[in-house]
């Protein structure tokens, strides 16, 4: 008894700090899972005439993306965009953040282009609205354009194949 | 630059044998150079301003200044997580001050502005959390390890006291502790116990003589020690 109540402390703190170890700090929660995904009007990377609203994509799964052409971690998950748009699983939409047009058209003709449309947000306003804290990260929408999944920091192709893709194909059948 | 290597000669062999050590003429021109240099330096910057405009002040407005860094004092920057918002340069922080300005400007109130932040990055951009279901821990469990190692401790000084006897020595173990302690009581066990022993076979008197006697040893070991 004498010698297991230290035993037993230490075992427990192990624990705890093993726990510790495996958590990732940079995950912080999103309080906005399951909340209404923040309305934006943006004009496109391409066509800057063309306004995008976030209304128009009510009734269908979607994911945001957030890039930028200065972000260096954007190309480690970039292939993987191209593929996944290229499969048609779901339409791919971009949030241009903080960047300059001419790099950001620049960037997209080099790395290849997944989105439907990229809107240009330049002053990271409705950046902060969707709680966007570093580049890339990439939300999972879906059809009633409720927020379902944030993927912080690049796609993986274990987050796709684990979380993101099943998540899609489930909120696909939903109605 | 130039001047200086007009000097060096003047230093004679020690410049070129040993490339550190610069003579002691040599130091007073590098010292007279420095001067004229910083002298010069004002003119130059009077030259500047007509190029350069002076830096725009953060703040325009100092009491709004003021109100957006008591409120990000307590706010935290998501992305160097151990500094708050009012300390961080990072971009992002860089941006929420700014929007906190814009608010302030906008006539929003304190509450408001955390609301406004909290929607968008959760509780875990303040500081000071709020009691939740989920902060429980956070809020009482330093409490909880307080009390549980308190009775902790309480017990474990309970059992130790238990443990230790009280020990009583005999008459030999007195004097022998008193031997190795070697001071006064010694003398004082020495007659306690001729008294136990002798008391039979002697009178009184001699066992107040000793008393007396050892009394005076003392007296006088006081008197060497001083």
């Keep these: 008894m004498r010698y297991l109540l230290p035993l037993f402390a230490f075992l427990v703190l192990a624990v705890f700090l093993f726990v510790g170890l495996s958590l990732n700090p940079r995950q912080v929660p999103s309080p906005l899972i399951d909340k209404p995904a923040p309305e934006f009007e943006l004009y496109s990377l391409h066509e800057p005439d063309r306004i995008f609203s976030s209304k128009e994509n009510i009734g269908k799964v979607w994911l945001l993306n957030v890039w930028a052409s200065w972000c260096v971690a954007c190309r480690d998950e970039h292939p993987l965009l191209v593929q996944l748009a290229n499969s048609g699983v779901v339409p791919i939409y971009g949030l241009n953040y903080k960047d300059e047009n001419t790099t950001a058209k620049q960037w997209l003709k080099h790395y290849g282009d997944p989105y439907i449309a990229s809107v240009v947000d330049p002053d990271g306003a409705v950046g902060i609205d969707y709680g966007v804290y570093g580049v890339p990260e990439t939300y999972v929408i879906d059809k009633q354009g409720i927020i379902r999944h944030k993927q912080i920091g690049p796609v993986t192709v274990d987050s796709l194949q684990n979380k993101i893709i099943p998540l899609i194909v489930e909120l696909q059948k939903q109605t | ?226």
């Design chain 2, 1 to 226: 630059m130039k001047s200086l290597f007009v000097f060096f000669p003047l230093g004679l062999g020690r410049v070129f044998t040993d490339g550190f050590t610069i003579s002691r003429l040599n130091s007073v021109l590098i010292l007279f150079l420095s001067l004229g240099i910083a002298l010069l330096l004002p003119l130059k910057a009077s030259w500047a301003e007509t190029e350069y405009k002076e830096a725009v002040p953060v703040a325009e407005n100092p009491e709004i200044e003021q109100r957006m860094l008591t409120l990000t004092e307590d706010l935290r920057c998501l992305v160097c997580q151990n500094e708050s918002i009012a300390e961080s340069r990072a971009d992002f922080s860089n941006d929420i001050r700014r929007i906190i300005r814009e608010q302030i400007k906008a006539n929003k109130t304190d509450e408001e502005i955390i609301d406004f932040l909290v929607d968008r990055y959760g509780d875990f951009v303040l500081y000071n959390p709020p009691m939740k279901n989920t902060t429980v821990l956070l809020w009482f469990g330093p409490l909880i390890f307080f009390l549980f190692s308190s009775w902790f401790l309480v017990k474990y000084l309970k059992g130790r006291r238990r443990e230790i006897k009280e020990v009583t020595l005999s008459d030999v173990e007195l004097k022998r502790a008193a031997h190795l302690l070697d001071d006064d009581s010694y003398k004082r066990t020495e007659d306690h116990l001729n008294k136990n022993t002798k008391l039979d076979n002697q009178d009184h008197s001699s066992t107040l003589e000793q008393h007396q006697k050892a009394d005076v040893s003392t007296s006088e070991n006081k008197g060497n020690n001083v």
